[in-house]
């Protein structure tokens, strides 16, 4: 069973939806399931059967859809979801275990002569006549 969520069902767009897609969509269901705005069900009311009830189930969808917004937007993480999505569909469940290879430029320190180099420092404010 897989227990990570559909985030492109949970925002109600396709696999290959563009960013601005996403985005419109993340909106939409922000507007209709917030609880300050007039979509969203007012706490409490006498539908909903009080706080306990309706106010818990909206919040969870609520956090649902942040957290499908959070991933699909950045490509990194999308990718890396889509990776995943695509992976345990296949049956290989263990994919994504090994480490995460993060890229980092070096600075080869012999290039760089020693009387450009600028050195960043905080700001000492002194006092003088000038204060």
Request: glycine share 12%; proline share 9%; no cysteine.
């Amino acid at each position: 069973m897989n227990s990570q969520p559909d985030y492109y069902d949970v925002l109600r767009v396709k696999p290959a939806a563009s960013r601005q897609e996403i985005s419109r969509a993340y909106r939409t269901l922000m507007r209709t399931h917030h609880p300050d705005l007039d979509g969203g069900p007012a706490e409490g009311g006498p539908a909903e059967g009080g706080p306990a009830d309706g106010g818990a189930l909206d919040r969870g969808e609520l956090l649902q859809i942040m957290q499908a917004f959070a991933v699909l937007r950045d490509p990194a993480r999308r990718a890396a979801y889509d990776r995943s999505r695509t992976g345990t569909s296949a049956g290989t469940a263990t994919q994504g275990a090994g480490p995460i290879v993060i890229p980092v430029r070096r600075v080869n320190r012999r290039n760089v002569p020693a009387g450009n180099t600028i050195r960043i420092t905080p700001v000492r404010w002194e006092s003088g006549p000038w204060a």
